[in-house]
C-alpha cells in the first residue's frame, strides 16, 4: 500500500501554492518568489522496475487524464530514488543515482539532490509563498 503524504491543503486547488493544480491559469506575474526560483514540473516517482509496466499506483493512467496521482506530484517530502516494490505515488523520484531533475519556471532544468533539505524543497515548490532560496 503506498504511504498517504499529509497534504495541509486537503488537495483544495485555492490553497495550492505551485504553478500546476487544478483549473490552473497562471501568468509569469503570479511567480512572486521568482522564475528561477520555483519549480514548474519535475520527475515523478515509480517504483522500480514498474515504469514500463504501467503498474505504479503512480503510473496507471494516460498522461491527459487531469488531476490525479498519475501527473501531479507533491513537495511536502524530500525527492526519493526509485526502490523495487516500493510505490510512493505522490512525491517527486527518479531511478537516477544523483537526483531528480526539475524544471523550474524560467525554463532551466537541474539536478536536485535526494538529500536536499526538506523546507528548500518545499519552498521550490510554491510559486508564492513569500520564501525565496536559490536551488542547489
Not at 69 to 88: C, F, I, M, T
Amino acid at each position: 500500500m503506498a504511504a498517504k503524504i499529509n497534504r495541509p491543503d486537503g488537495g483544495l486547488p485555492d490553497l495550492q501554492d505551485g504553478l500546476i493544480f487544478r483549473m490552473s491559469a497562471l501568468m509569469a506575474a503570479a511567480v512572486r518568489d521568482g522564475t528561477a526560483s520555483t519549480y514548474l514540473r519535475g520527475e515523478r516517482y515509480v517504483a522500480g522496475g514498474q515504469a514500463e509496466a504501467g503498474t505504479d499506483a503512480g503510473d496507471t493512467a494516460p498522461l491527459f487524464v487531469g488531476y490525479s496521482d498519475d501527473n501531479l506530484r507533491w513537495a511536502y517530502e524530500q525527492p526519493l530514488r526509485s526502490e523495487r516494490g516500493v510505490s510512493r505515488p505522490q512525491v517527486f523520484g527518479s531511478p537516477h543515482i544523483g537526483g531528480v531533475n526539475m524544471s523550474f519556471a524560467d525554463g532551466s532544468v537541474r539536478s536536485i539532490p535526494y538529500d536536499i533539505d526538506p523546507t528548500v524543497h518545499t519552498a521550490l515548490a510554491g510559486r508564492s509563498d513569500r520564501i525565496v532560496v536559490t536551488p542547489p
